[in-house]
């Protein structure tokens, strides 16, 4: 569980640092007991940051990793951007099957989108049915080609629960980073790029069905 080398030393590095104290300044049985109290900030801390529901960064958690990538942006001038993802037609499907079926939904899209991106990217829960990605060191380009890709994953998948299958689909908005800006309104910006597109499909699917 312990590991000098590890995320629990480090964390315990921390601790001591905070404490303002050396390995040195403390016993075996102090250490022991620091590295126990380290592991159970950080498990506290880790709780702190997952949504409830689903298998992503609660939106707390998801503001404060934007603004470290807002950081990089300004100190390294490396490009990002901000994926907003929202469910289409979800309150139907409650109505229709339950909460139940929507919570198995929802936990489902959180494990596609934690699975579809690298570890260096972030994936958060906004709130409802809405979900965030943060791609890191992505110029705008590639954020609309991963965009389209994940619309597609998610739009040709069916989620079973309770023996039905349940087909949904996505919006998503895009938002590249390019220079410093309020996290708050990097999302808002994403959000409204979604409603876009989510309009945009509309007036398709209505121009076909006239058609």
Request: proline share 2%.
């Amino acid at each position: 569980m312990f590991s000098g080398l590890g995320h629990a030393g480090a964390e315990t590095k921390r601790l001591l640092k905070r404490l303002g104290l050396s390995r040195g300044d403390v016993s075996s049985a102090g250490l022991r007991a620091l590295e126990r109290l380290a592991a159970e900030l950080a498990a506290a801390e880790e709780l702190a940051d997952r949504d409830t529901l689903t298998p992503t960064f609660n939106r707390r958690a998801f503001l404060r990793e934007l603004h470290r990538t807002m950081s990089e942006v300004e100190r390294y001038k490396s490009p990002a951007a901000v994926l907003y993802i929202d469910l289409d037609g979800f309150k139907a499907l409650n109505d229709s099957h339950g909460h139940a079926a929507g919570d198995a939904v929802l936990r489902q899209l959180g494990r596609m989108l934690v699975e579809s991106v690298r570890e260096s990217d972030i994936v958060g829960r906004l709130g409802g049915d809405e979900f965030g990605l943060i791609l890191n060191r992505v110029p705008a380009e590639e954020a609309y080609m991963k965009a389209t890709s994940l619309s597609d994953k998610i739009n040709t998948t069916a989620i079973l629960h309770a023996s039905i299958a349940h087909r949904i689909r996505v919006s998503i908005g895009v938002h590249a980073i390019a220079m410093v800006e309020d996290p708050e309104t990097a999302i808002a910006r994403a959000d409204e790029a979604m409603y876009a597109d989510k309009h945009a499909r509309r007036a398709q699917s209505a121009a076909f069905a006239a058609f």
